[in-house]
Nanobody, 123 residues
């Protein structure tokens, strides 16, 4: 599986951005998928994940209520809609996937990673 993320950019605090991640390969709906982010000098953080199939979605407390993750299996694409962005959301955002069916995506180690897309939120 190859992943390609896009949609990052520069936005003012309070604004919105939408990230996309397109996956190559078949049977992508079987994969749990996730969005991570990493800011300079900080550890990588799991922002959100979606379990395989029509599974549930997990959000980090730091983004709950502001970010919405979704997947379109027909298009092999996952999305991250980010609203009410804050300067502390500034980071490089990555999409990731793993071929696991248990609906505990927030515990998985991910095998496939896309190149990051930079999100910068100005105050």
């Amino acid at each position: 599986v190859q992943l390609q993320a896009s949609g990052g950019g520069l936005v003012q605090a309070g604004g919105s951005l939408s990230l996309s991640c397109v996956a190559s390969g078949s049977s992508f709906s079987r994969y749990a998928v996730a969005w991570f982010r990493q800011a300079p000098g900080k550890e990588r953080e799991r922002v959100s994940c979606i379990n395989s199939g029509y599974g549930s979605t997990y959000y980090a407390d730091s983004v709950k209520g502001r970010f919405t993750a979704s997947r379109d299996s027909a298009k092999n694409t996952i999305y991250l809609q980010m609203n009410n962005l804050k300067p502390e959301d500034t980071a490089n955002y990555y999409c990731a996937a793993v071929n696991r069916y248990e609906h505990i995506c927030q515990t998985f180690e991910y095998d496939y990673w896309g190149r990051g897309t930079q999100v910068t939120v100005s105050s």
